[in-house]
């Protein structure tokens, strides 16, 4: 017995966005989740006191935003029952009323829009980071209808964070420019608010070019909590706005954060005198209860090995995102005591526990990687790298049908949080700096050789895989060393320079950090660039790409084949039409996994009947 591919696709992907609202009954949880047979919408369902869910959005509508093209906070729920989201076939900004009511629009069509939603205090307003082609602003727009004012203009290039101090007077917000990205240096700023509901002069309270703050919120009038990294980890700090300086209150080494990769995360909430926080590492994420005053933090929510970076707080109780190797990512409602912890999203049907790996973290010469052991083998087995996007990422322990998908049929998974991955301090993270193409790759071949030096792998029988950033270094890993039989790239980068020019606003300049500028260092491009090098190839590649892809885009894959095929090497691309970066329609996960299936069966000369075989061209 064996996973399904259908299985995976209607498990795929999470609640990303949760939110915890106090009513005269109880608190009600609102969150979004991914909807695979939908199309891939992402639908926010509400849950009551009563124990009774329903979805907040009609059919067809999917709150998604395309803000820095990763899309950010989408949605907020309004007093009554009702909701502003973002739209992704227009972009524009919606309030729907009720349950059963058609959605109303409140920005005009055009270029614009909008993510990192809020709804300050007392006001009939909606607060949102707009972006109109390569332009960010803040601003206000009305939800009975009217222009949007302009709060924030021309502060920095990106804005996140948007916040409202408690009494009205001040605004906070994260901003950053080019090169650096959001977990390079960030300033939280905060501006008197005038009289015309516009910001006055601003200043830098916190961060800098070498700290990144990561989120802000009021404690109070004067001060701020903030997530903030000067020490080299995202610790909660206390920032006043008297000038006095910033008070570190979980000096410890370990991250109360996370990269930006979407506008709108919340590790903290405040919860009255105390804090709700996420924090731990890429091994093993906590929720707990924060004192500010002693630094003490009791945790909350039970013995999960992940909590996603969505916290809210209501009614004495916490909403957050959980995860453990055994069951899915599910949205949990908890007692700030420290009590009972109850599930509030609906049930997924899950695989027998005897399908699903016991995952082990482990580090290979100072790598971080965990381990999925295959089922039902004996000595040394087949064994794949799992390579995260990004790269300023990581991937925690949690239930994988993705991986339990190819655990099940014999094949050993190891995922590697490779240098420059997240939730191990800032010193791990910038291992990478100028060193992408080199140290991501050498860290996978490190797991790899260590593997088959524990008796684990085949040697002769090692591939590597991933998506993005992933993607890159799977092809990097092809064609820069000999460790790898073949490598499986989704949606990946194959040519840097070209890349850099071709992408998006977000990451144009983000190479200055992982490689370096041009022109200066065009050499080091020429080097790593797996596309020039495709000629060294030690085993076939499995391209995989969506035809929409707006961040990687398709030419990528295209250009990376046509020279594996003038220098003899074996490939094979599909493409995918109405797919962005990143899989979310049902048919395509399918697909895509028994392709990649099929592609192992052929490198590693195993038998897969269930899936259609794949032809690689220029295999004889």
């Known amino acids: 017995m064996s996973i399904r591919p259908i299985d995976v696709a209607r498990t795929d992907g999470g609640p990303q966005w949760v939110e915890a609202v106090e009513t005269p009954s109880g608190v009600e949880v609102w969150w979004d989740e991914p909807r695979p047979h939908e199309g891939g919408r992402r639908c926010v369902v509400r849950r009551l006191p009563d124990g009774s869910r329903a979805d907040a959005l009609p059919p067809g509508w999917n709150a998604r935003n395309r803000v820095i093209e990763y899309g950010g906070r989408s949605w907020r729920p309004l007093p009554g029952g009702g909701l502003v989201f973002t739209n992704w076939a227009d972009q524009r900004l919606y309030r729907v009323d009720g349950p059963g009511a058609e959605p109303v629009p409140l920005t005009p069509e055009g270029p614009s829009r909008y993510a990192d939603l809020r709804l300050p205090r007392g006001l009939r307003e909606v607060w949102a980071v707009r972006e109109t082609d390569d332009v960010r602003d803040l601003v206000a727009v009305p939800l009975d209808g ?56 601003y200043r830098v309270v916190a961060g800098g070019p070498e700290e990144s703050v990561a989120q802000a919120e009021w404690r109070d009038g004067s001060s701020l909590y903030a997530v903030t990294d000067p020490t080299g ?18 000096p410890v080494e370990l991250e109360f954060g996370g990269p930006a990769w979407k506008p709108g995360n919340t590790y903290l909430a405040p919860a009255g005198d105390r804090l709700a926080v996420v924090y731990g590492t890429a091994d093993h994420r906590r929720l707990g209860v924060l004192d500010p005053q002693t630094g003490e933090i009791g945790d909350v929510g039970g013995d999960a090995t992940y909590w996603a970076s969505t916290v809210s707080v209501a009614g004495g109780k916490v909403a957050a995102v959980r995860g453990t190797p055994y069951t899915p990512l599910e949205v949990v409602l908890a007692d700030l005591g420290g009590g009972a912890c109850e599930v509030v999203s609906a049930p997924k049907p899950l695989p027998d526990r005897d399908l699903l790996p016991q995952p082990e973290a482990v580090t290979v010469e100072g790598v971080h990687a965990h381990l999925y052991p295959p089922r039902g083998v004996r000595g040394p087995a087949p064994y794949v790298i799992f390579v995260h996007g990004g790269p300023t990422s990581s991937r925690p322990i949690v239930l994988d049908l993705e991986i339990a998908y190819f655990t099940s049929r014999g094949l ?195 038998e897969f009947p269930e899936v259609r075989p794949l032809t690689l061209k220029g295999r004889a």
């Not at 021309?154 to 420019?177: E, Q």
């Not at 980890?233 to 979980?250: I, K, Q």
């Open 146 to 201: 009217g222009p949007p004012r302009v709060v924030v203009a021309g502060a920095h290039h990106f804005l996140m964070n948007p916040a409202v101090s408690p009494d009205g007077r001040h605004v906070a917000w994260i901003g950053w420019n080019h090169p650096d990205m959001p977990w390079d240096g960030t300033e939280l700023c905060v501006a008197p608010l005038l009289p015309d509901g516009t910001a006055g002069p």
């Open 233 to 250: 980890w995202w610790n909660v700090h206390l920032v006043p706005l008297d000038g006095t300086p910033a008070r570190n209150l979980t």
């Open 412 to 606: 050993g998974v190891a995922v590697v949080n490779y240098g420059g991955s997240t939730g191990y301090g800032r010193a791990y993270r910038e291992r990478l700096r100028h060193q992408w193409g080199v140290v991501d790759v050498q860290d996978c071949a490190r797991v790899a050789r260590g593997l088959v030096a524990m008796g684990r792998a085949d040697a002769g029988k090692l591939a590597i895989r991933g998506g993005s950033a992933g993607g890159w270094t799977t092809v990097a890993a092809l064609v820069h060393s000999d460790v790898f039989a073949g490598g499986v790239a989704h949606y990946a980068i194959t040519d840097p320079e070209s890349w850099a020019a071709e992408t998006h606003d977000f990451e144009s300049r983000y190479l200055d950090g992982l490689v370096g500028p041009l022109p200066e260092t065009r050499q080091r491009y020429t080097d790593r660039s797996p596309l020039l090098h495709a000629h060294q190839a030690s085993g076939p590649c499995l391209m995989l790409h969506g035809l929409e892809d707006a961040i990687v885009d398709v030419s990528q894959a295209e250009r990376f084949v046509a020279e594996l095929d003038k220098h003899g090497k074996e490939w094979a691309l599909l493409t995918f039409p109405g797919e962005q970066h990143g899989w979310r329609r049902e048919e395509t996960i399918v697909a895509v996994l028994e392709a990649e299936l099929a592609f192992y069966g052929l490198i590693f000369d195993m």
